[in-house]
């Protein structure tokens, strides 16, 4: 289930609703988009439920830019999965309540935009700090301590931003590029030209989500057999 998160920025919550139920919000002026900010991109298994399971656990998602999921976030739904219809989702007191909610009034996340290609996955946009401790939680299975690695396969100045031990900590096979195999959550990133890091521009992201578009079937033996193999870019 592909989904995204808002949550209320405290200094734009004027009414003093971020944490009110849906009730209580609707007295004080009702759910203003304009107030809220994206906190994720991604896609995640089973329904709503699971999903604040997941967001109030420490081995969450490592994009995750937010608190613990919670009353008065909502949650978009982002196409008919097998368990929750599409549409936006409140946090109430109790359970959740679809409501109408337009999210192209929401501020983006925070860092640089990256495309995110997870195994078994389509690719998708998310925003990455470019601070160390965000980059390792990128790469990570779910939050937990990770070496960065970054491999340059391609003809312009993107790079693939990955973990360097996944296929050592039995990661799933994700893509296969060249003679290589990549495990893990891979982000494709762009070199600034001065050591650093910069978002992708809007054509590298059509061209990497056109490249990436189709998901690899790689067995753990097919990645487990890539272990040591050292892929240079050209």
């Known amino acids: 289930m592909r989904i995204n998160i808002y949550q209320i920025d405290g200094d734009k919550d004027t009414n003093r609703v971020k944490f009110d139920s849906y009730n209580r919000t609707m007295e004080n002026g009702g759910i203003n988009p304009s107030i809220y900010k994206c ?4 896609d995640v298994d089973g329904d709503l439920e699971d999903v604040y399971t997941l967001f109030n656990l420490p081995d969450h998602p490592g994009t995750y830019q ?21 549409g936006r989702y409140f946090v109430d007191s109790v359970g959740f309540k679809k409501v109408d909610f ?13 495309l995110m290609i997870q195994p078994h996955k389509t690719p998708i946009v998310t925003y990455v700090k470019d601070e160390l401790d965000s980059l390792q939680m990128a790469v ?20 693939v931003l990955g973990n360097e031990e996944a296929k050592l900590n039995g990661m799933e096979g994700n893509r296969r590029l060249g003679n290589s195999i990549y495990a893990g959550p891979i982000f494709i990133t762009r070199d ?38 050292t892929f240079y870019g050209w």
Request: charged share 30%; with cysteine.
């Open 102 to 114: 337009d999210s192209t009034q929401c501020a983006e996340m925070d860092g640089l935009r990256m």
């Open 39 to 42: 906190v994720f991109h991604g």
């Open 66 to 86: 937010g608190h613990s999921l919670s009353v008065s976030d909502v949650v978009e739904v982002i196409g008919d999965s097998e368990d929750v219809e599409e």
């Open 140 to 159: 990570s299975d779910h939050c937990e301590d990770a070496y960065i690695e970054y491999t340059y396969p391609f003809d312009d100045d993107c790079m």
């Open 192 to 229: 600034d030209g001065v050591g650093g890091l910069c978002s992708l521009t809007d054509e590298q992201v059509l061209k990497y989500s056109e490249m990436f578009a189709e998901p690899h079937d790689i067995s753990p033996e097919e990645t487990q057999a890539d272990v040591g193999f």
